[in-house]
T-cell receptor
Framework: GENVEQHPSTLSVQEGDSAVIKCTYS??????FPWYKQELGKRPQLIID?????GEKKDQRIAVTLNKTAKHFSLHITETQPEDSAVYFC??????????FGKGTMLLVSP | DVKVTQSSRYLVKRTGEKVFLECVQD?????MFWYRQDPGLGLRLIYF???????EKGDIPEGYSVSREKKERFSLILESASTNQTSMYLC???????????FGSGTRLTVV
């Protein structure tokens, strides 16, 4: 089955810096890669996703890149703000409509 | 604007009890899922269902069962609760493989 590795497990940045979270996947048949943000005590929320026929997607301060050949994808957050502090999960579509998730990255943005 | 509702936010049960966790979605989604979330382990799939009365095992189904009698409702059952099932349980739904999940708020279950 699909296996998703996510790094780093924790990331501390200063407000205004950029943050990058990286994920690798194992199943070359995977074709959908969402990212979720989970604030403390809240449900995970979809923030951006990308499909395998696209190399990059942007939405304001967040962007996701996908390298199908290398089987890795990354989340980029620019001009980070304290409200970006949360746990971020990457995921890959693993068949049967299921998603396999990475273990998460705790992002802390200090003012 | 709540679309996936989990019946309990917090639950405390005794070892050996039979526990029911309920999840209801109002988006007419075919696919529903149960995950558990533990620190350092991320989200792990317990069971999922792609249609009424259909169920499939996920990665960690041992000690759990599920029921889907109606399209909008997906129940997770702990047949005999044990302390190692203390966790956050998240329900999710998805229309098809074209979009992401919508999660419920989660049920934090403590088994004592």
């Amino acid at each position: 089955g699909e296996n998703v590795e996510q790094h780093p497990s924790t990331l501390s940045v200063q407000e205004g810096d950029s943050a990058v979270i990286k994920c690798t996947y194992s199943d070359s048949a995977s074709n959908y890669f969402p990212w979720y943000k989970q604030e403390l005590g809240k449900r995970p929320q979809l923030i951006i996703d990308i499909r395998s026929n696209v190399g990059e997607k942007k939405d304001q301060r967040i962007a996701v890149t996908l390298n199908k050949t290398a089987k890795h994808f990354s989340l980029h957050i620019t001009e980070t703000q304290p409200e970006d502090s949360a746990v971020y999960f990457c995921a890959a579509d693993s068949g049967y409509s299921t998603l396999t998730f990475g273990k998460g990255t705790m992002l802390l943005v200090s003012p | 604007d709540v679309k996936v509702t989990q019946s309990s936010r917090y639950l405390v049960k005794r070892t050996g009890e039979k526990v029911f966790l309920e999840c209801v979605q109002d988006m007419d989604h075919e696919n529903m899922f149960w995950y558990r979330q533990d620190p350092g382990l991320g989200l792990r799939l317990i069971y999922f269902s792609y249609d009424v009365k259909m169920k499939e095992k996920g990665d960690i189904p041992e000690g759990y069962s599920v029921s889907r009698e109606k399209k909008e409702r997906f129940s997770l059952i702990l047949e005999s609760a044990s302390t190692n099932q203390t966790s956050m349980y998240l329900c999710a739904s998805r229309r098809d493989r074209e979009g992401g999940y919508t999660f419920g708020s989660g049920t934090r279950l403590t088994v004592v």
